[in-house]
């Protein structure tokens, strides 16, 4: 596609195309595209094409808006923390070698008490964390819990 649009263009030194240049006669396409007129079936084409653009369009905004309702469904508020609010993280995601127990069986579901020092998100908090537990200090408000007496 792109030498045969190299070869047709008109070049400004030449006046001509390079086809044409080197074999004396203009490149046959089946009809003339450089010619001003309107072509029918060219505009039936791109009419068409535009209407199957829309409906593909209107069909994925439909599937998305079904996909959004369907996660919805399952989806549960999230809890609100403050800061100084005593909170337990859970071991879901710790591996056993920092937890330094044998079997994930025997490892306590939540660990330590700590205390929320500043809300980043409502879905992110950042904790007062010990260097020895070499987590991230920012945690997600699903793997922490209300400390409760």
């Not at 068409?48 to 829309?54: D, F, L, S």
């Not at 999230?78 to 909170?87: E, L, P, S, T």
């Not at 987590?135 to 699903?142: A, G, H």
Request: aromatic fraction near 8%; glycine fraction near 2%.
């Amino acid at each position: 596609m792109a030498e045969f649009t190299f070869n047709n263009k008109v070049h400004t030194a030449t006046k001509t195309s390079l086809f044409q240049v080197n074999y004396g006669r203009e490149l046959r396409m089946g009809f003339d595209i450089r010619k001003k007129g309107k072509n029918e079936k060219a505009e039936e084409f791109a009419k068409e094409m535009k209407k199957r653009h829309e409906e593909a369009r209107a069909a994925l905004v439909k599937s998305q808006e079904e996909m959004k309702r369907q996660a919805d469904r399952s989806k549960k508020e999230a809890k609100k923390y403050m800061i100084g609010d005593k909170v337990l993280i859970s071991t879901k995601d710790f591996s056993m070698e920092l937890m330094k127990r044998v079997t994930k069986k025997l490892m306590e579901k939540f660990i330590k008490l700590y205390v929320v020092k500043k809300i980043v998100s409502e879905n992110a908090v950042e904790l007062e964390l010990l260097a020895s537990l070499r987590i991230y200090l920012v945690v997600n408000v699903r793997r922490i819990v209300k400390y409760r007496k």
